[in-house]
């Protein structure tokens, strides 16, 4: 049995959406100053969606705030779990919201920051996109390796399941590479480039975020052993902690302690 198989996630309820940002916020401003403490540097995946959006704007308000400056953001690495192939400047670009929310505000080093190419970025295809990202994580992992240390691996979840651009019973969900493109999702944008589950779990920490009442079926299934083909939210977790973190709204159908 794995590691992985043989841990028991960690579930977390806030009381609603707003809570639930600004805990993450502060627990993610943790994580990386603890990580920077032992290695030096900090690394982290984020994600797009309202809470995620959120929570990159709490995080910004925390490093604005000299009792709460922790973290040195020139040596964090910033990778993204999925992206909309669209142009750059188009408003679903996961990598808009974040710069907007987040990575304009703090002092980061640009070549510790690694968006997945935007269709005009040279690329014709969303495969070719996927297989150059996944070289720029070769490349800083570097010693052979796949995946470079990812210290917190940020998820938002969908109603269905769905994380990242992993979709119930799509091809993602049983392709093996780290880095995967997908084409017909089911959601607009339907072209788009996604890390794989291979990836998700290399991360040592994968933190799920959900709030709403819509996603609380999605997320009972997920902790009570779905199959991740079908609810892709099941296979993600981390190689040292999975940590769901909802509001009241998304915790409604676990089992009462």
């Not at 982290?44 to 969606?49: D, F, I, R």
Request: a negative charge; hydrophobic letters at 45%.
């Amino acid at each position: 049995m794995s590691q992985q198989e043989d841990q028991t996630p960690d579930v977390v309820v806030l009381p609603d959406a707003d809570h639930l940002a600004r805990s993450v916020a502060s627990a993610l401003v943790a994580r990386l100053a603890a990580a920077q403490a032992v290695h030096g540097t900090a690394s982290v995946v984020l994600t797009g969606g309202g809470i995620g959006t959120a929570v990159l704007e709490r995080v910004a308000a925390l490093a604005a705030e000299p009792e709460h400056a922790v973290v040195d953001w020139g040596l964090v690495d910033v990778w993204w779990g999925d992206e909309r192939f669209v142009p750059v400047d188009h408003p679903d670009r996961n990598e808009l919201g974040a710069r907007e929310s987040l990575l304009t505000k703090v002092a980061l080093d640009p070549e510790r920051v690694h968006p997945i190419p935007s269709s005009d970025a040279g690329f014709d295809e969303p495969e070719e996109a996927a297989a150059w990202y996944a070289d720029q994580l070769a490349a800083v992992a570097g010693d052979g390796e796949t995946m470079p240390r990812i210290d917190v691996l940020l998820l938002g979840m969908g109603p269905e399941g769905h994380v990242a651009s992993i979709f119930p019973e799509s091809p993602a969900a049983t392709d093996d590479r780290p880095v995967v493109a997908v084409r017909d999702c089911p959601k607009p944008p339907p072209t788009r480039v996604s890390l794989g589950f291979t990836a998700i779990t290399a991360a040592e920490e994968v933190w799920l975020l959900v709030s709403g009442e819509g996603k609380a079926e999605a997320v009972a299934r997920a902790l009570s052993g779905a199959d991740p083909v079908q609810l892709p939210a099941a296979g993600a977790q981390g190689k040292q902690a999975t940590r769901w973190l909802l509001d009241t709204a998304a915790a409604g159908q676990l089992p009462r302690a």
